[in-house]
Each structure stands twice: as structure tokens, then as C-alpha cells.
């Protein structure tokens, strides 16, 4: 069972700021916030005005000249944003699918969501046509369009779209790609994932779901750690032969895809979709896989000899280096409304609302999908999942989210076009809260906690530069090879994540075959290099957050970063606070802080 009832903490915080009492509610409220029941009449309401408003837009602006008629084209946007800002088009579907992020079992909600998204996509297809007709002009007619003042508000959607547009097919051809992408990729998806987070292992006389133990690998004592991954890796191996199925079928389905498009690379159409460069995410790869590795496998030798060993187990890496602090939630919540309150009023006021409406859903349980997120959508209350242990990385973990929560409630103010954002700013946003949790406990610390402390900052910014960075090698690997041999066993999948696992934690780390079978269920190889954002994200509030410990007058800069939204390139979201990602260097030292860490932390063990 999770530690619900934890024991007293040895961690002593004292909040700076004056922190309002709060009843808070520990599951999300989906009948008050969505709908009543999957019965309510409501949804289908809901649906059939979707349906009618896609249809009626698609009449009134099909047949017309709207692409080279510049005040027909200003109000087609405007209505079309209006669309894009009507929170009950989306409603249905949203609350199905945070039904079944609480429980994977949850049939009725996803045959649901099949049905609901077979009729939304049916009308959304019917307005296909207004981006491909806009993506037809030519250059000269898109420059003059870019140009007109009644289309300001409309000048960054347009220029994507216009990016966008150069790999569009015909509005048949994607029709067709629409309708068969659920049984090509997320059903295969789905289905792993389905098959991790129910099925149990035994541990201690007791049955627990596979996401969960997981979970309780990094608290379990140093040798029961193995022990536990080995029960889990049994699983795995067995859970590997339809996963290897899975894999080639859905790299398959997006490598002819990407081919049909005309995107050069396996990471082209991820980094235009991320409003990114592929220079940029090429700089980011060569400085982590080079500069970034030799710290991480640097490290683990020292953390090898530091735990008295030779070598490490692999599901011994995040060992911690003393005694592990145990923060229970309500402590974990005291921490996080400190830190907001006193770096922004507003962040701790956001924060405080979604802990009392419900809007966070904190425990494990069987059959919750693992790990953490946050889901934000236009009009809708934001909602965060996390499966709460009581250890210092749920705290981090409960930040990190947090981070993604206040910075989609900030850019909430802008258009509906404009209130998302790259998931690169949106790993900026998370990892800078974190950064910010982090600096204000250590700040507190004792000298021997402290110790602990930047020992385990260490190995998440390990977890996310460099790990990550491995996984997008992983992915790239996968990519190349089944479209060069034709696919790949499930055994080659796991001797590929072997050797890229080995690739940034060196030899003091023993990674065997048998690790290499975490493939099946590190669901985010499966998002098309999606990793690389979590490196990227870190390394910028890394530069973000040691710029606001030097001067916190700097939130001004980090306010206007999380206002920003998707209103830009992601390249001038960080040009505007002072951060140049154009330059290969910029990658390089916003390695410094780690370096120097490392060095630290070895300094402060030599005494021991
Ligand atoms: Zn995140």
C-alpha cells in the first residue's frame, strides 16, 4: 500500500510566508467541474453543438475566396479562434480521458472516446479545408498576408501555418491519415500501457499494480532494491512480446508518414511542431551526448565508490546518499504554497485553488495510469495527476507539475491561439519550480543534509539531461533501424536500450539485457522524440533559476516567460529574457551548473 500515514519527518521547514489554512481535497471533482455521470444528457448536448458549429463554418467560408480576401480571411479567424475558445467542444472528450487516467480499466469511458472522437473528427475534417486552402498560396501571397494590419492579432498562427503547410497532403489523403492514426499508433500505445499499469507483483506478501512498484523501487533499502526490479523485469520480459509488436508497428506507421510529408529527418516534424530548430535540437544532442555524458558516467564512478561498491546495479543508480527525507504530502504542500507565495502572490493563490477545488489527484491506486501530469485545455479548470510516495522527488515531482500548472493558468490570458505552449517552454516552466523548491529547502539545510541534497539534484538533472538525451538516441536508433532492416525483436529493442542506457552511466553502472527491457514501459519513447524537451527545459531554467538566486528582480523576466504562451518562437520567447539559443555554447554552459555541482558534491564526500 502507498505510505499514506508516513513516519514523522526529519525534515524541518520553516515558511517564510504567512500561509492561509486550507481545506484541501485529495481527488479530482470531475461531477462538479465535467459532468455528472457518463450518463449525463448533457454530453451529448455538448457534442451535437460541436458538430453543428464545425458544420456551419465549414458552409458559410467553403466556397468562398477567403485566402486572398484579407477582411474575409480577419473574420473567418475570428470566428475560427472563437471555436478554438469554446471550452464545451472539448468537454466530452476531456473528461473521458481523465476518467481513464484514473483507471486504465475504465471501458465505458474509452469506448467513449472512441466513438466521440470518430464524430468531432468526422466535423473538424469538414473544415480541413480553411488551413489547406491558406497553405495552398504561394509564397509572395503568404508574405503579402503576413504584412496586413487587419491580420496582426493572426501574424504568428499564420506563420506557422504556413510551416505547417509545406508538409500537408491533400485534404483527402488527410482524411484518411485521420481516421486510421487511432488503430496505427495510439491504440498499439494504449494497449502497452494498459497491460503495465494492470498487471500486479507480489512484494512482501503483498499484491501491488506495476506502475506502483515502480514507483517503490527508489525507497526500498539498497539491496531489496534489486530484488524488487527483478520481480518487475519478469514481467516486463513477458509484457515485451506484444511491445515489440507495438513498437515496429507505430514507427512503421509514422516513418511512412514522415516520408509521404517530406520531413528529412526522424526529428524534423517534432522540432517544427515544437517551434524549435532542428540546428538548435542538433546543438542540444551533440553537447549532452558529448560534454553532458562524460559528467554523468564521471559521476556514478565517484557515487560507486562513494556506496562502497565496484559497481553499481542499474536499479541501484538513483540510490540516495544518506538518510532518504521523508516529506509527507501535507509537508510537501507547505513547502511548494511557501516557495509560490513568496515568489509570486499570484503562483501561491493558483496553487491554493486547485488544492481546494479538486483539481489535483494525489494518491496511487491500482489501476491509475503511473507517474505525473498536468492537462490543461482552453476554458477548462487544470487538472494535475500525481501517485504521491513520501519521498524528496514527489515534492519535486508535485513542483514540477505545479510549474506546468501556473504556467499554462499565466498563459491562459492570451488568444486561444496562443494560450498553449512548446513543450520546450513547458519543460521550462516545470523544471524552473522545481529549481526554485529546491534552492529555498537547501537553503535551510544542515551541512550534512545538504549534502544529501545536491547528491540527489544531481541525479534528477542526470534523470533529465543526460537520461533523456540516451532515450532520444534509444528513439533514433529504433527509427533508423527498422527503416533500414525492416524491424526490429524484442530482444534487439532491449540490447539497444542496453547500450544507450551504458552510453551516459559508464561503467561504474552494470546495465544488463534484462534492464534493457524498461523499454516496454518508458511510455515516452513513444512520443516521437518528445524526450529531448526535458533536457532542453532544464537546461534553460537551470540558466533561469541561478539568474533569479543572483537577483530576484529577475521574476519579472521569468512573469513575462510564463505570459508568454506559444505567442512566439521559442527561440525569442528566450531572446526576450536574456537567453540566446541560436548560439551552440549556450547548451554547452548551461552544463556549468551541474559540472560545478559534481564537483561539489565530491569535495564534500572527500571530507567525509
Ligand atoms: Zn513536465
Redesign the pocket.
Known amino acids: 500500500m502507498p505510505s499514506k500515514k508516513p513516519k514523522t519527518s526529519s525534515f524541518k521547514y520553516l515558511p517564510s510566508t504567512n500561509l492561509p489554512k486550507l481545506h484541501i481535497q485529495e481527488t479530482w471533482d470531475l461531477k462538479s467541474q465535467y459532468y455528472k455521470s457518463d450518463q449525463d444528457p448533457q454530453i451529448e448536448k455538448d457534442i451535437a453543438l460541436t458538430e453543428a458549429t464545425f458544420l456551419a463554418f465549414a458552409k458559410k467560408w467553403r466556397k468562398k475566396a477567403f485566402a486572398t480576401n484579407v477582411k474575409q480571411l480577419a473574420e473567418a479567424l475570428k470566428e475560427s479562434e472563437l471555436m478554438a475558445g469554446t471550452a464545451t467542444f472539448s468537454k466530452p472528450l476531456r473528461y473521458f480521458s481523465l476518467r481513464t487516467a484514473l483507471n486504465t480499466g475504465d471501458t465505458v469511458a474509452d469506448k467513449q472516446i472512441s466513438l466521440i472522437s470518430r464524430r468531432l473528427r468526422k466535423a473538424s475534417d469538414e473544415t480541413l479545408f480553411f488551413a489547406l486552402n491558406l497553405g495552398k498560396l504561394d509564397k509572395k501571397s503568404q508574405g503579402k498576408l503576413l504584412k496586413e494590419t487587419a491580420l496582426a492579432p493572426y501574424r504568428y498562427y499564420l506563420n506557422r501555418l504556413f510551416a505547417g503547410a509545406a508538409h500537408h497532403l491533400t485534404e483527402a489523403e488527410e482524411k484518411i491519415i485521420g481516421l486510421k492514426s487511432s488503430q496505427a499508433y495510439g491504440r498499439w500505445t494504449d494497449m502497452t500501457d494498459k497491460i503495465v499499469s494492470q498487471r500486479h507483483i507480489t512484494w512482501k506478501g503483498q499484491s501491488i499494480a506495476l506502475p506502483e512498484a515502480m514507483e517503490m523501487i527508489n525507497v526500498q533499502p539498497f539491496t531489496d532494491k534489486e530484488k524488487l526490479w527483478q520481480n518487475i523485469v519478469v514481467e516486463l520480459r513477458q509484457i515485451s512480446e506484444v511491445a515489440e509488436h507495438e513498437f515496429n508497428a507505430i514507427i512503421t506507421d509514422v516513418r511512412t508518414e514522415d516520408e509521404l510529408r517530406g520531413y528529412k529527418k526522424p526529428y524534423s516534424a517534432t522540432a517544427l511542431g515544437y517551434q524549435d530548430s532542428e540546428a538548435s535540437l542538433e546543438n542540444l544532442v551533440a553537447a549532452v551526448s558529448n560534454e553532458g555524458f562524460k559528467l554523468s558516467r564521471d559521476f556514478y564512478k565517484a557515487k560507486a565508490k562513494y556506496h562502497g561498491v565496484a559497481t553499481l546495479n542499474y536499479s541501484q543508480r538513483n540510490e540516495s546518499a544518506g538518510a532518504s527525507v521523508l516529506i509527507p504530502f501535507v509537508q510537501a504542500v507547505e513547502v511548494c504554497r511557501d516557495v509560490f507565495y513568496s515568489v509570486h502572490t499570484d503562483y501561491g493563490q493558483i496553487f491554493d485553488e486547485m488544492l481546494t477545488r479538486g483539481q489535483i489527484d494525489v494518491w496511487p491506486k491500482a489501476g491509475k495510469t503511473g507517474g505525473a501530469f498536468?492537462s490543461a485545455q482552453t476554458g477548462h479548470p487544470i487538472n494535475v495527476m500525481l501517485n504521491h510516495v513520501t519521498d524528496f522527488k514527489s515534492l519535486e515531482t508535485l513542483a514540477?507539475?505545479m510549474g506546468?500548472a501556473i504556467h499554462a493558468a499565466r498563459s491562459a490570458e492570451n488568444s486561444p491561439f496562443y494560450d498553449g505552449h512548446s513543450i520546450i517552454t513547458?519543460?521550462t516552466a516545470?523544471t524552473l519550480f522545481e529549481n526554485l523548491v529546491f534552492d529555498a529547502v537547501y537553503n535551510q539545510a544542515d551541512a550534512a543534509t545538504k549534502t544529501v541534497m545536491l547528491h540527489d539534484r544531481i541525479l534528477r538533472d542526470i534523470s533529465t539531461i543526460q537520461r533523456q538525451i540516451a532515450f532520444f538516441n534509444v528513439e533514433l536508433e529504433i527509427h533508423e533501424t527498422i527503416n533500414r532492416d525492416g524491424g526490429m525483436s524484442g530482444d534487439e529493442l532491449a540490447s539497444c536500450m542496453q547500450k544507450h542506457l551504458t552510453s551516459y552511466l559508464g561503467t561504474a553502472v552494470h546495465v544488463t539485457k534484462d534492464d534493457g527491457y524498461s523499454y516496454v514501459y518508458v511510455s515516452h519513447l513513444r512520443y516521437g522524440f518528445y524526450v529531448y524537451s526535458?533536457a532542453y527545459g532544464l537546461l534553460m531554467s537551470n540558466l533561469m533559476a541561478t539568474h533569479y538566486q543572483a537577483d530576484t528582480a529577475y521574476i519579472a523576466k521569468i512573469d513575462q516567460f510564463l505570459r508568454a504562451g506559444e505567442t512566439k518562437l521559442v527561440k525569442d520567447i528566450y531572446r526576450d529574457i536574456g537567453i540566446d539559443i541560436t548560439k551552440p555554447d549556450t547548451f554547452t554552459s548551461a552544463l556549468a551548473r551541474l559540472k560545478a555541482d559534481i564537483i561539489d558534491w565530491k569535495k564534500l564526500i572527500a571530507k567525509r
Open positions: 498536468m514540477h507539475e506546468h513547458a519543460e516545470s526535458y
